[in-house]
């Protein structure tokens, strides 16, 4: 699902970025990805896919 309409950017793509780069807070997001630059309306779910991969992250580092 598309987080980001004006960039094209899925939570498939961010969810990559938090993994891969150890991301934990928006503003780092967004010097790898240009999410938020536009409208901003994807601001706040970008940040919930931010917090919920990090959770998962957390997990499966656990287990």
């Given at each position: 699902m598309y987080v980001c309409l004006c960039n094209a950017i899925s939570d498939?793509?961010?969810?990559?970025?938090?993994?891969?780069?150890?991301?934990?807070?928006?503003?780092?997001?967004?010097?790898?990805?240009?999410?938020?630059?536009?409208?901003?309306?994807?601001?706040?779910?970008?940040?919930a896919v931010i917090s919920e991969e990090n959770m998962s992250v957390a997990v499966d580092q656990v287990a």
């Amino acid at each position: 699902m598309y987080v980001c309409l004006c960039n094209a950017i899925s939570d498939k793509a961010i969810r990559n970025v938090v993994r891969r780069h150890q991301v934990h807070s928006f503003g780092e997001l967004r010097k790898i990805i240009p999410v938020g630059n536009e409208c901003g309306k994807c601001i706040r779910h970008a940040k919930a896919v931010i917090s919920e991969e990090n959770m998962s992250v957390a997990v499966d580092q656990v287990a």
